[in-house]
């Protein structure tokens, strides 16, 4: 579950940032963000995929790379599979160079704890 959960946080980083002018980016990194809040939790994996470029790469750890939307859908629809939902996306800090910025964040997930109930997650992801 640790390993999925940190190749949830890694994902979410590669999707919602493209600063459109230098003084915008912290609008134009969190635009996306409750839009991307809803196709998670309403399992449309299709429409997560669709927030990246056509050349995303998703970093897991290890050694694997995730290319294309076809694979980042498939990476997304395995955790909506096991029943992870997207509870929030915090903003901590941007720092802006010149038209790129660096976002930090925390996601904030829950996830089905084997008896019933659920188990909050909460950990720290760089949008670039």
Do not use: C
Not at 79 to 92: N, R, S, Y
Not at 99 to 121: M, Q
Request: hydrophobic share 50%; proline share 5%; glycine share 10%.
């Amino acid at each position: 579950m640790k390993a999925l959960v940190l190749r949830l946080m890694l994902a979410v980083a590669a999707t919602l940032g493209n600063p459109a002018a230098a003084g915008e980016a912290s609008d134009a990194i969190h635009a996306g963000s409750p839009e991307f809040i809803v196709a998670f939790n309403s399992g449309d994996s299709a429409r997560l995929a669709s927030f990246y470029t056509t050349s995303t790469q998703l970093l897991p750890p290890g050694p694997e790379f995730i290319q294309g939307r076809e694979a980042i859908a498939a990476f997304w629809q395995s955790a909506m599979d096991i029943g992870l939902k997207l509870t929030g996306l915090e903003p901590v800090e941007i720092v802006q160079a010149g038209d790129i910025a660096t976002d930090v964040d925390v996601l904030h997930l829950s996830a089905p704890d084997g008896e019933g109930g659920t188990v909050a997650l909460s950990d720290k992801y760089i949008v670039i």
